[in-house]
């Protein structure tokens, strides 16, 4: 059995024995595993909260989401929160939505469904979350990663950091790129802002501000005068981060 401060970065699932558990040590705490039955190839993962008493999360894996395991607990582990009381999380299921990094953009709205839950895809992979914590994500060559968030603690952030570490696992290459453009800054009065601007002026002494933030799934961002420039520089850093050719 490893010992309690093994890497979960070396946590080998297939090798769990029935009904065995085993403990593996992350930068934020200890995550639990165990075979989830006698004779089932399916293994439970319990995260501890921040203060190492409470629970979490608790995940299941099946053997073609062993390899993806260690990655998620880590993952989960460091978003978790400090304390979790067993309630529903307290996200809002569309907000996780519109945070999350790994999602198309929103020009479409979000469709919620009856159940409370809302889902998206990318290419490769597709989640879905739901008000009571449930979480699930599947890629299309068959992994999946699912399980429950629990405690009141949990906030969109946090929600929307663990679907967003988990469809960066499944899905497909080109989707570790997902570019969004922001809207610029617009029309305001330079008394309000506290300084004189520049830029194009209309009646009234509203000054033009254009300046626009492009974002990436995997965390890059910059802010440029115009919504045209961000548009381009987020052309430009997809093409630069996957290698692919200008159009």
Request: glycine share 10%; with cysteine.
């Amino acid at each position: 059995m490893p010992q309690a401060d093994t890497p979960l970065t070396d946590a080998d699932l297939s090798a769990l024995a029935d009904r065995q558990q085993a403990r593996f040590a992350t930068a934020r705490g200890l995550v639990s595993l165990r075979r989830y039955a006698r004779h089932s190839e399916v293994v439970e993962a319990a995260v501890r909260s921040g203060n190492g008493r409470d629970r979490a999360a608790l995940l299941t894996f099946h053997p073609e989401a062993y390899p993806l395991a260690p990655a998620w607990l880590a993952a989960i582990a460091e978003a978790a929160p400090e304390t979790a009381d067993h309630r529903r999380p307290s996200a809002s299921m569309v907000s996780v939505r519109l945070i999350a990094r790994m999602t198309p953009d929103h020009r479409n709205g979000i469709p919620r469904q009856s159940d409370g839950s809302v889902g998206w895809s990318i290419p490769g992979a597709s989640a879905r979350v739901w008000p009571d914590g449930r979480i699930e994500l599947h890629g299309t060559t068959g992994p999946e990663l699912t399980g429950r968030l629990e405690g009141s603690e949990w906030d969109h952030w946090k929600v929307a950091a663990v679907a967003d570490a988990g469809l960066r696992l499944l899905c497909a290459p080109e989707a570790r790129h997902l570019t969004s453009t922001g809207q610029p800054s617009g029309w305001h009065r330079s008394a309000d802002r506290g300084q004189i601007g520049e830029g194009r002026e209309r009646k009234g002494g509203q000054l033009y501000d254009g300046t626009t933030t492009a974002r990436c799934s995997c965390g890059w961002s910059v802010t440029v005068p115009s919504q045209l420039g961000a548009r381009e520089m987020a052309t430009q850093h997809r093409r630069e981060a996957t290698g692919s050719a200008p159009a």
